[in-house]
């Protein structure tokens, strides 16, 4: 079985911006600056033969490459239990559209609709016992973050290991925007 997710990665220069936010709040376990990314659909745990559906699948989705610029900061959780801190984006028309074009291609090729209303987020680090008042200051120091715009011109099919110091993410496949598909 592989366990599996469609995602963006996000570039060098945006890769380091991200990474200099990784410090300074308790009960943080940051998110290894490699695996920073963008997901536009969580699969889970499929089977090989699956997974080739859903690499035929992904291969017909194209579209034109766009311009996404990261902006804010933001958690998961409620009241004293947040459990994510994560980089939030400028609304993006044409993320949202490629990813409905992913959710429809996967849902055509077997895969179960999502239910869950789609969120795009990077995540930076995931909380354990954060106290709320060093997360409010955290993100006094460094809610305004901005990074970007860059050109979003792949998506990627990614595995991810599970292993005992988090997840490890491979790209099993690239596949290219900026042809001529709507
Ligand atoms: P997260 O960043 O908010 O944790 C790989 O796990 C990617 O798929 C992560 O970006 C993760 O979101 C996302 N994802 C979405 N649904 C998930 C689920 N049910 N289990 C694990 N990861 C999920």
């Known amino acids: 079985m592989l366990r599996l997710f469609v995602g963006i990665p996000m570039p060098e220069a945006v890769v380091e911006r991200l990474s200099s936010l990784a410090h300074g709040l308790p009960g943080a376990r940051w998110v290894p600056p ?28 194209t579209g034109p490459s766009f311009p996404l610029t990261l902006s804010g900061l933001g958690s998961f959780g409620s009241g004293h239990k947040q459990h994510a801190l994560w980089a939030g984006l400028v609304d993006s028309d044409p993320l949202l559209h490629l990813q ?17 209303k789609y969120s795009p987020h990077v995540t930076l680090a995931y909380l354990t016992d954060t106290p709320p008042a060093k ?9 305004l973050f901005q990074a970007g715009p860059f050109t979003v011109d792949r ?27 709507v």
């Open 135 to 143: 997360l409010a200051n955290y993100m006094g120091a460094n809610g």
């Open 155 to 181: 998506y990627c099919l990614y595995e991810s290991v599970l292993g005992k110091s988090g997840a490890t993410y491979h790209i099993l496949q690239e596949y290219p925007l900026g042809g001529w598909g």
């Open 34 to 61: 490699e695996n920073y990314h963008l997901t536009l659909r969580f699969l889970g745990e499929i089977d090989e033969g699956t997974a080739h559906d859903v690499d035929e699948a992904l291969d017909l989705v």
């Open 100 to 116: 409905a074009k992913v959710e429809s291609a996967l849902v055509r090729s077997g895969q179960p609709p999502e239910q869950r």
